[in-house]
């Protein structure tokens, strides 16, 4: 049997439709239905040894249904996926806003198989870094042919912020040991972070 797979609407489209974000409430109620359509599913799957179209059926039906769940919590994060992409999109020069937003899709959904609902925390809390994650991954892999490492990149992308809105204020950048200061790392590090932010990928003049 071909196993269920949540794929999510294309970006385009999910922008026309996308619903208002869902209070703590809605979502703890979203989540515990979608634990609840998991471990159907599951059960399922151990209890229905025919292969009959019966039973064929039954497990279609239950995956839908957590499907259907899952797509509900992720239109109704999209707006989320949309606010991050726009911080990093006038960098990625080769990345259509769309292609990025499908990036943090992949991390939204990655957000909803692990969010733990009883935690106590807001789902688009959680959500933030796996989106975050996600985007930062399809730069460094897609912008260039050598591969920077998500953690630099991340780094890279937050001096650039800063040391923008500093040299707006000071008419100064960030030095190495600002950086160093800033993330707590060696000066060797910084270095590396300097040297990613030089690259064309990130550079504003670009």
């Known amino acids: 049997m071909t196993q269920n797979r949540f794929i ?9 439709k996308s619903p208002e974000m869902m209070t703590m409430e809605e979502e703890v109620l979203a989540f515990q239905e979608l634990e609840a359509a998991v471990a159907n599913l599951e059960a399922a799957k151990k209890s229905l040894k025919s292969k009959n179209s019966a039973s064929q059926n039954k497990l ?13 919590i992720l239109r109704s994060n999209l707006r989320l996926v949309i606010h991050i992409v726009k911080k990093y999109s006038y960098c990625a020069r080769n990345l259509h806003d769309d292609d990025l937003i499908q990036e943090g899709n992949i991390g939204l959904m ?20 796996w989106i975050r994650q996600s ?9 260039r042919e050598i ?4 953690n630099t990149l991340g780094k890279a992308l937050r001096v650039r912020k800063l040391e923008s809105e500093q040299f707006t204020v000071t008419g100064e950048y960030m030095s190495q040991e600002d950086i160093s200061d800033l993330f707590s790392i060696s000066n060797r590090r910084a270095h590396s972070i300097r040297q990613t932010m030089n690259m064309p990928m990130l550079s504003l003049s670009a």
Do not use: C
Request: hydrophobic content about 35%.
């Open 8 to 16: 999510p609407d294309h970006p385009s489209r999910l922008k026309k």
């Open 135 to 143: 985007v930062y991954k399809a730069m460094a892999n897609q912008e």
């Open 147 to 150: 591969r920077i490492p998500i």
């Open 110 to 129: 990655r957000a909803i198989d692990k969010y733990e609902w009883n935690r106590g925390y807001k789902f688009s809390t959680y959500a933030v870094w």
């Open 60 to 72: 279609i039906e239950l995956g839908k249904k957590v499907s259907s769940i899952k797509s509900k």
